[in-house]
C-alpha cells in the first residue's frame, strides 16, 4: 500500500485547506483510512478516521471544522479543514490498516501503513 499526501501549506487563521492521500488501488474501498498530525516536540495524534462510505469518526478538537470524504474511482482520501487554528500547524500524515478499526481508531499502533506527511502551518 502507497501513500502520498499533497496540499499542505501556509495559511491564515480562519482559513482553509484541503488535504488529499492518494493511495493504491482499492485501499480507500477496503481499508479504513486515518489523517494523523505531529507537531514539533508533540506526540503523533489522531484527527480521523474513515471506513467504508459513512463511517467518520473525528477528534475532538476538530469536531465540527474539519471534513473527511473519499473518491473510491481515484482511490483518495480527502481532509478539508475550515477555521484553521494556529495549533492545528502540523505535519500531517495519512494511514491506511486493513478492515474496519472498531476501537483506537485514532490510536497510530493501528495503522500499518503511512504516507510521508504534508505540512500543515496556520499563521498571521
Known amino acids: 500500500v502507497q501513500l502520498v499526501e499533497s496540499g499542505g501549506g501556509l495559511v491564515q487563521p480562519g482559513g482553509s485547506l484541503r488535504l488529499s492521500c492518494a493511495a493504491s488501488?482499492?485501499?480507500?474501498?477496503?481499508?479504513?483510512m486515518g489523517w494523523f498530525r505531529q507537531a514539533p516536540g508533540k506526540k503523533r495524534e489522531g484527527v480521523a478516521s474513515?471506513?467504508?462510505?459513512?463511517?467518520?469518526r473525528y477528534a475532538n478538537s476538530v469536531k465540527g471544522r474539519f471534513t473527511l470524504s473519499k473518491d473510491n474511482a481515484k482511490s483518495t482520501l480527502y481532509l478539508q479543514m475550515n477555521s484553521l487554528k494556529p495549533e492545528d500547524t502540523a505535519m500531517y500524515y495519512c494511514a491506511a490498516a486493513q478492515g474496519f478499526i472498531s476501537d483506537g481508531y485514532l490510536t497510530e499502533a493501528k495503522y500499518n501503513y503511512w504516507g510521508q506527511g504534508t505540512q500543515v502551518t496556520v499563521s498571521s
Open positions: 488501488r482499492y485501499t480507500t474501498t477496503y481499508y479504513t
Open positions: 474513515m471506513y467504508g462510505d459513512i463511517i467518520t
